[in-house]
T-cell receptor
């Protein structure tokens, strides 16, 4: 089983739609979780951290379920500019071991 | 906003040659990382570095690779005897803390092409 697995995608949704991605992780020692976005041939950019109680940043909501070992990202009222690959990132306790998921590609159509 | 800078943006090298990829982390950051991303594949962790030594390395980071902080600002990745399969984007990242909940900030990468 892969350490971090994401929805395979691609997701192709109309502008204004709500879309959700999931990410599962296999190691219960995982400490911290992040969502990054990556545009084509660009560097990963932090989208948001994921907190145990769940957190929201504008149109984006992230949730963590430690019991089931998954995190999720919800995007409401999607914009054309949301088109990107969304990367789930899991960090182990020392912050020295960081695992990226393979990414979920999202395409927003007008 | 401070950023991580990487040079060169694109490096083309003959197979078997050595390359050095350079990174200038954000100035008050103490933890440094290298990742690679082969075209069309996921971002892969290579190595983390703190206090002038390697904190952790992946199985990819074998004897062909080394890292160094030669001065107070640069953080370099050296790849010896390059192979075709070393062709990838190499990203440097830094964070201000080794606490796991601190995010990393990425440079815009060096595209390495091995011929």
């Amino acid at each position: 089983r892969k350490e971090v697995e994401q929805d395979p995608g691609p997701f192709n949704v109309p502008e204004g739609a709500t879309v959700a991605f999931n990410c599962t992780y296999s190691n219960s020692a995982s400490q911290s979780f992040f969502w990054y976005r990556q545009d084509c041939r660009k560097e990963p950019k932090l989208l948001m951290s994921v907190y145990s109680s769940g957190n929201e940043d504008g149109r984006f909501t992230a949730q963590l379920n430690r019991a089931s070992q998954y995190i999720s990202l919800l995007i409401r009222d999607s914009k054309l500019s949301d088109s990107a690959t969304y990367l789930c990132v899991v960090v182990y306790s020392s912050a020295s071991k960081i695992i990226f998921g393979s990414g979920t590609r999202l395409s927003i159509r007008p | 906003e401070p950023e991580v800078t990487q040079t060169p943006s694109h490096q083309v090298t003959q197979m078997g040659q050595e390359v050095i990829l350079r990174c200038v982390p954000i100035s008050n950051h103490l933890y440094f990382y290298w990742y690679r991303q082969i075209l069309g594949q996921k971002v892969e962790f290579l190595v983390s570095f703190y206090n002038n030594e390697i904190s952790e390395k992946s199985e990819i980071f074998d004897d062909q690779f080394s890292v160094e902080r030669p001065d107070g600002s640069n953080f370099t990745l050296k790849i010896r005897s390059t192979k075709l399969e070393d062709s990838a984007m190499y990203f440097c990242a830094s964070s201000d803390s080794g606490v796991s909940n601190q995010p990393q900030h990425f440079g815009d990468g060096t595209r390495l092409s091995i011929l």
